[in-house]
């Protein structure tokens, strides 16, 4: 039987190769393999103070509801994204927290007197999907002692911290008067602020989590 030859051989081998790679490989992966980009991480910031010494009983993606109780002040709000790495490829399996203060600026936790609404959860998290997204209910934020309204937000994989942040909002007029804002620089206040628009499920935002995994 006559043999093929060897150019012809190694190229239906590198053909091969090329074949079982792009199958093996998974769908949502090819597109980050295929552009070869390599994405900005989002800017790190302070956890600030007010981090939960002990975990709510409820720490679901709702916060506008503590158990049974409702929170009814401020303006409901969903707060969605995704969180990638910085090949664009979805922090699939990981978790993603939230926490902030309540209408009235108060957090849930003993630095700041204890003095949040019960009714408001303060405290959610969820797990990425396997498209890296994520979804809140909670409040367009509200200010607090001399910040700006935003949101504390935390990226962990496998028990890991890979990113403590925070979440902003666009226009808002306190912005330019917060230290923590300005010293992110034009690029990192980009990344980080978005608008609260109106939507058929009502206020939302949205923002893209780039993480160093």
């Given at each position: 039987?006559?043999?093929?030859p060897?150019?012809?051989?190694r190229?239906?081998?590198?053909?091969g190769a090329?074949?079982?790679?792009?199958?093996?490989?998974?769908?949502?992966?090819t597109?980050?393999?295929?552009?070869?980009?390599t994405?900005?991480?989002?800017?790190?910031q302070?956890?600030?103070?007010?981090?939960?010494?002990?975990?709510?009983?409820?720490?679901?993606?709702d916060l506008l509801?503590?158990?049974a109780?409702?929170?009814?002040?401020g303006?409901p709000?969903?707060?969605?994204?995704?969180?990638?790495d910085t090949?664009?490829?979805?922090l699939?399996?990981?978790?993603?927290?939230?926490?902030?203060?309540?209408?009235?600026?108060?957090?849930?936790?003993?630095g700041?007197?204890?003095?949040?609404?019960?009714?408001?959860?303060?405290?959610?998290?969820?797990?990425?999907?396997?498209?890296?997204?994520?979804?809140?209910?909670?409040?367009?934020?509200?200010?607090?002692?001399?910040?700006?309204?935003?949101?504390?937000?935390?990226?962990?994989l496998?028990?890991?911290?890979?990113?403590?942040?925070?979440?902003?909002?666009?226009?808002?007029?306190?912005?330019a008067?917060?230290?923590?804002?300005?010293?992110?620089?034009?690029e990192?206040?980009?990344?980080?602020t978005?608008?609260?628009v109106?939507?058929?499920?009502?206020?939302?935002?949205?923002?893209?989590?780039?993480?160093?995994?």
């Amino acid at each position: 039987m006559p043999t093929a030859p060897l150019s012809s051989r190694r190229s239906l081998l590198k053909g091969g190769a090329g074949l079982i790679a792009a199958t093996a490989a998974p769908v949502w992966l090819t597109p980050a393999l295929a552009q070869g980009k390599t994405l900005r991480p989002t800017p790190g910031q302070t956890e600030g103070p007010y981090y939960p010494v002990a975990f709510p009983a409820d720490t679901d993606f709702d916060l506008l509801r503590s158990g049974a109780a409702a929170y009814g002040k401020g303006q409901p709000a969903w707060v969605s994204g995704t969180v990638t790495d910085t090949r664009s490829v979805p922090l699939a399996g990981g978790v993603i927290e939230i926490w902030q203060c309540d209408q009235d600026g108060h957090y849930h936790h003993p630095g700041d007197g204890a003095r949040a609404d019960p009714a408001f959860q303060g405290f959610g998290k969820v797990t990425l999907g396997k498209d890296g997204g994520y979804r809140f209910r909670t409040l367009r934020p509200a200010p607090y002692s001399g910040r700006t309204p935003h949101i504390h937000v935390k990226v962990k994989l496998d028990g890991r911290e890979l990113l403590t942040t925070q979440f902003y909002v666009q226009g808002d007029p306190g912005n330019a008067r917060d230290f923590l804002w300005r010293r992110l620089g034009e690029e990192g206040q980009a990344l980080l602020t978005r608008p609260f628009v109106n939507s058929p499920d009502g206020l939302k935002a949205e923002y893209a989590v780039v993480v160093q995994a």
